[in-house]
């Protein structure tokens, strides 16, 4: 006799097995478990006035860049993944900003977890290297809330229009030890 297993059946197996172990990745480091995240958004000028998103369309784009897609400045240093797209690290972490040529940056917001100590904060920073040695920070900023997940915006100082053709972009967040940095979206217009 044969028998025929559904694709789903062999989905369910497999993910019925792999949950639990997800779920207690989180919490191996003390850190809370990352299921049913709240975050608390503090007002800028990606949002609208109910604290959700500003709508797509018109002229408002996003690119969000998870915590864990982002890779060490150094050999030397550590990178953890304690679970939600987070990240934590001894040192600084960076990933490469692709942004149409021509588009004009308009902020970032910072997503992140701080365990409650003191003192703890995730910086970022938005950089512009020309190849040849020059190096410009466009726009930095460090967290201020001390509990729980939060994102904060930060606005840029002056008109950013990417210019792929003279200079390449980076996004780097540097943390305390008792912060997860959780990702950046940057808010543009293309």
Do not use: W
């Not at 006799?1 to 191996?28: D, N, Q, R, Y």
């Not at 008109?159 to 967040?173: F, H």
């Amino acid at each position: 006799m044969k028998m025929k297993i559904s694709g789903l059946a062999i989905a369910a197996a497999l993910f019925g097995t792999c949950l639990p172990v997800i779920a207690s990745e989180a919490t191996s480091d003390g850190f809370p478990p990352a299921q049913n995240l709240d975050y608390t958004h503090l007002p800028g000028a990606d949002q609208d006035t109910d604290g959700g998103a500003a709508p797509l369309g018109g002229n408002n784009f996003y690119l969000f860049v998870a915590g864990s897609a982002f890779t060490p400045r150094t050999s030397a240093q550590s990178v953890t993944y304690p679970g939600a797209g987070c990240s934590t690290s001894t040192n600084g972490i960076t990933t490469s900003l692709q942004l149409p040529d021509g588009a004009e940056v308009q902020g970032v917001r910072l997503f992140y977890y701080n365990n409650g100590t003191p003192g703890s904060a995730v910086g970022l920073f938005l950089t512009a290297y020309t190849g040849v040695g020059g190096i410009n920070d466009l726009l930095t900023g460090t967290s201020t809330q001390t509990t729980g997940y939060t994102s904060e915006f930060f606005a840029a100082p002056s008109a950013l229009v990417i210019d792929n053709a003279n200079q390449s972009y980076v996004l780097t967040a540097t943390m305390g030890a008792s912060v997860r940095f959780c990702g950046i979206r940057v808010f543009y217009i293309p």
